[in-house]
């Protein structure tokens, strides 16, 4: 059976590069198909016969042999890229989307960290833990919370977050692919 699969990959962007380009012909390639990239801070959707694991093995063996890319890849399916979205705790917050995060993280976080990122949040600021995604809101901006700041060390999980925008876009494309487009 074929599955469509969203890419994250983490630490993209200033010093480490992964061109989208080269990216998607590395990958398809590595016989993944329908292979779409998005903007150039570690976003691609694929589909592929293999199973999570192989898929993720898969994809840091081309990264680390085509790019020396040796950071995390987050994977998700389409099915639970959905579940994210409609999970979203505060939905009042699409309407200024570069405010509203969603980092997926590795495993689920431990509470007593969640509570001291709070204590970190600015008026307005908030940050909910939905199984294995972090949501957070900065509506006065991501670059200047101090939330947003002390995010990813203080989760104490492996993560990666993108805004909202890029949440919609990667369902699309995710969308798209599931059709072959």
Known sequence: MTSVWIVLFRGVGGKTQLPVKRLRDALTAGGFEGVATYI???????RSTLQR?????KIAD??????????????????E????????????????????????LADPPEEGRVETLR??????????????????HTPAGFGTSKL?????????????????????KLEELARQASRGN
């Not at 150039?40 to 694929?46: D, E, F, P, R, Y």
């Not at 694991?53 to 093995?57: D, E, H, L």
């Not at 081309?62 to 099915?79: M, N, P, T, W």
């Not at 995010?151 to 909202?164: E, K, Q, Y």
């Open 40 to 46: 150039n801070s570690g976003n691609a959707v694929l």
């Open 119 to 136: 204590g970190y949040a600015a008026a307005g600021e908030r940050i909910e833990i939905v199984g294995t995604v972090a949501y957070l």
């Open 148 to 168: 947003a700041e002390k995010f990813d060390r203080g989760i104490g999980v492996a993560n990666t977050a993108r805004n909202w925008n890029t949440v919609i």
């Open 81 to 104: 890229w959905r579940e994210l979205i409609a999970n979203n705790p505060f939905p009042e917050a699409v309407s200024v989307p570069k405010f509203l995060h969603a980092a997926v």
């Open 53 to 57: 694991p192989a898929v993720s093995r």
């Open 62 to 79: 081309i990264c680390s042999r085509e790019f020396g890319f040796e950071k995390d890849v987050h994977l998700r399916s389409l099915a």
